[in-house]
């Protein structure tokens, strides 16, 4: 066997591995990015296992902020296929600095401070849900269903001013959920997907450019075709060198 063929399984491996995105899960905004949105895809666990099909997105967008708040308009859809169906209950993430105080409207209306979110995640910053619970696990019997969207707005409020915020580590929790054996509640990992920053144009109408998270897809493509030239180029010198 050439060195070509022995190589071959591991560049397609390697190939399989970069193919899958990386995307971040954290954003940093400042009062100068007011407009801006930034979307998370989250895909459904439970007991550290992935549930194929429970999914959903979330688009956030800042549409204000003082020295001590931030305040956003949200998106959320329910996006599970089947043959599994679901409830999304709630969404959540951590925030830098602490938060002291927050607010809701629309879908999610409810929010719970400093609780703990189910699935192994542990503690976490603030949650907003469905309906009024002692935390962020769930309960109730609202939320979105399969293919539903909801919407509203939410203010972060802060004890001390500050000059950015970070939000990180978005989650969501699935409920009701049936199609997947025995699992009824999960929750969702969110990984951001693409970001835009809105501008006005000269007619005072609102533009958006997206930017989207660099696909490593493209840098493992990129990497297999040196790969297999480097490969080549050996060859040639060995044939070469046996002459």
Not at 71 to 86: A, E, R, V
Not at 90 to 119: E, K, M, Q, R, V
Not at 164 to 182: C, E, K, M, P
Request: net charge neutral; glycine share 12%.
């Amino acid at each position: 066997m050439n060195m070509t063929a022995k190589l071959l399984p591991a560049l397609a491996a390697s190939l399989m591995f970069t193919a899958t995105p990386a995307m971040a899960d954290a954003i940093t905004l400042g009062s100068g990015d007011v407009g801006k949105s930034f979307t998370f895809s989250f895909n459904g666990f439970a007991d550290s296992m992935e549930i194929a099909d429970l999914t959903s997105s979330a688009t956030f967008t800042l549409t204000g902020s003082t020295s001590t708040s931030y305040t956003f308009n949200y998106s959320l859809s329910n996006t599970t296929s089947d043959p599994l169906t679901s409830r999304v209950s709630s969404f959540a993430f951590n925030t830098d600095p602490t938060i002291s105080s927050a607010s809701s409207t629309g879908a999610f209306s409810y929010t719970t401070l400093n609780s703990t979110y189910p699935n192994g995640i542990g503690a976490i910053d603030v949650c907003f849900k469905d309906a009024k619970t002692g935390s962020c696990a769930g309960g109730g019997s609202g939320g979105l269903l399969d293919g539903a969207t909801g919407t509203g707005s939410l203010t972060l409020n802060f004890s001390q001013p500050l000059t950015s915020l970070t939000l990180s580590d978005f989650f969501v929790r699935y409920q009701s959920i049936t199609g997947a054996g025995n699992v009824t509640s999960a929750s969702g990992s969110g990984t951001l997907t693409s970001t835009s920053s809105g501008g006005t144009t000269s007619g005072g109408s609102t533009s958006t450019g997206g930017t989207s998270v660099p696909e490593p897809g493209m840098v493992g493509l990129m990497g297999g075709a040196l790969l297999l030239l480097a490969l080549r180029t050996r060859r040639r010198r060995l044939t070469f060198a046996a002459a």
